[in-house]
């Protein structure tokens, strides 16, 4: 037997891993797992993390024989590849010992300084030093949630909402509480009611997550007159808004909302990424934040990562001084737009009993299936029949949502979506085929989708 030191409040010490023999795990304090002999010693916000529904298919929707509708991935083939191969040498040759070399915590302060300049499009106005550079708008994300949220707080969000913010909020043992979306956005009078409601149940909501623009994955915006209001109802519930913002910028038809931020810079955090609209590989992503705020972030970000990459941040910034950075943007409006339209166009065509949004910028639409279909239970065949979606289930805290599924139309080319919705609807005329004969499926355990490998003949 292996003995469990004690320190002298009686606590046990992590105890160090007995030699295996004969296969069999260590034994300790806390019991493992014939998989996993460590499982008993995870922290308990360890339980709650959940595989991403997305990238869980990119294994096999990045196949070339697949039309993947399922991930949110820029088309990259759409930029300057040679300009910025040269502008990348440039920036070695001649800043390379500041490159590659650590930085400061908060982020270069040229960057700064020009994140400022991007952010003045959607009407805000901000001083360098509000701004923290992140890796990608993830990190800032699970900064913020990091510094605000205790086990057990809620956060508000849309019904739907963001796979990757849910993962975040799970991840800190956060309660999410969805508020329904209609085609303008986050209903104003069902978030006073539902925030009314929360406080006397005296629960603590400490954020409101909103996607404003061009939503992921509703692919709908809310409305320029709902957002007064639903600023006002967060500040008469002091509950902080955290404003996502990766699509602002790519509307189609040029026309930029104001951002949350540029109306209320006390009450709001905003969020920013040059993901979308310039290149995701670089990870470069920002918070704005009131300035007490913004020193805690700091704290936090130095404590996860020391810096962001310096590399990364010059590469944006020799990118934004010397490149008609906004002349990308408008061409990714247009490329994305066409392939809207071919989404829109196709679903017309091939699926016509189905109903869906029509985004005006962005990634995303957002499908309503036909009665009885559930999206989780297709995915399997439809990733047999060469095509990939997200199910609505991805989208929401309590896995509901089955009988929607989120089409990405920014990566494929217009004739490759087109297949691709055909491919679906084909899927989905099989489905209501079975469920006609057999009824809709069972309950299941909330488990991971097993997608197949796809027929390649």
């Not at 007995?18 to 460590?38: E, I, M, V």
């Not at 990118?319 to 679903?347: N, P």
């Not at 991805?394 to 919705?421: K, W």
Request: proline share 7%; charged share 25%; with cysteine.
């Amino acid at each position: 037997m292996r003995e469990v030191a004690c320190d002298t409040d009686g606590m046990t010490t992590p105890p160090v891993p007995a030699r295996q023999t004969s296969g069999q795990p260590p034994t300790s304090a806390a019991a493992g797992t014939r998989l996993d002999p460590w499982f008993g010693a995870y922290a308990e916000r360890t339980h709650g993390m959940r595989a991403s529904e997305i990238r869980a298919l990119f294994a096999v929707a990045n196949r070339p024989e697949v039309v993947s509708l399922a991930g949110g991935m820029p088309f990259l083939a759409g930029l300057p590849l040679e300009q910025l191969s040269e502008l990348a040498q440039r920036v070695v040759a001649t800043q390379g010992l500041v490159a590659l070399q650590y930085g400061s915590g908060q982020g270069d302060e040229t960057l700064r300084e020009q994140i400022c300049e991007v952010m003045r499009l959607e009407h805000i106005e901000a001083h360098p030093d509000d701004v923290v550079v992140t890796t990608g708008s993830q990190q800032a994300l699970d900064l913020v949630t990091r510094v605000f949220v205790d086990p057990g707080d809620v956060v508000v969000a849309e019904a739907p909402s963001y796979v990757g913010a849910l993962g975040v909020f799970r991840a800190y043992q956060a309660e999410v509480v969805h508020v329904t979306m209609d085609e303008h956005g986050i209903v104003p009078e069902l978030l006073d009611e539902t925030l009314t409601r929360l406080a006397a149940q005296g629960r603590r909501v400490k954020l409101l997550y909103l996607v404003p623009n061009f939503h992921n994955p509703g692919g709908v915006s809310l409305a320029l007159e709902r957002r007064p209001r639903v600023l006002e109802i967060a500040r008469r519930h002091r509950v902080l808004v955290l404003e996502d913002n990766p699509y602002g910028l790519l509307s189609f038809d040029g026309d930029v909302l104001p951002a949350l931020r540029s109306m209320d810079d006390e009450g709001v955090i905003y969020l920013g990424s040059f993901s979308k609209t310039f290149a995701p590989g670089y990870r470069v992503g920002w918070a704005v934040a009131p300035h007490a705020v913004r020193e805690k972030l700091v704290l936090a970000s130095e404590s996860a990562i020391l810096c962001p990459s310096n590399a990364s941040q010059l590469a944006i910034s020799a990118y934004l001084r010397t490149c008609d950075w906004k002349g990308q943007i408008k061409v990714y409006r247009e490329q994305y737009r066409e392939r809207r339209d071919a989404t829109v166009s196709a679903l017309a065509e091939y699926l016509p009993e189905a109903s869906w949004t029509v985004p005006t910028g962005g990634f995303y639409t957002w499908v309503k299936l036909p009665e009885g279909l559930d999206a989780r239970d297709m995915l399997p065949r439809a990733v047999t029949a060469r095509v990939a979606y997200v199910p609505g289930t991805a989208f929401y805290f309590d896995g509901s949502g089955a009988d929607h599924m989120r089409l990405s139309y920014c990566y494929p080319t217009p004739e490759r979506i087109r297949e691709g919705v055909r491919r679906l609807a084909g899927v989905v005329a099989g489905e209501a085929e079975l469920v006609e004969l057999f009824g809709t499926a069972h309950d299941r355990p909330d488990d991971e989708v097993q997608v197949p490998s796809p027929d390649a003949s």
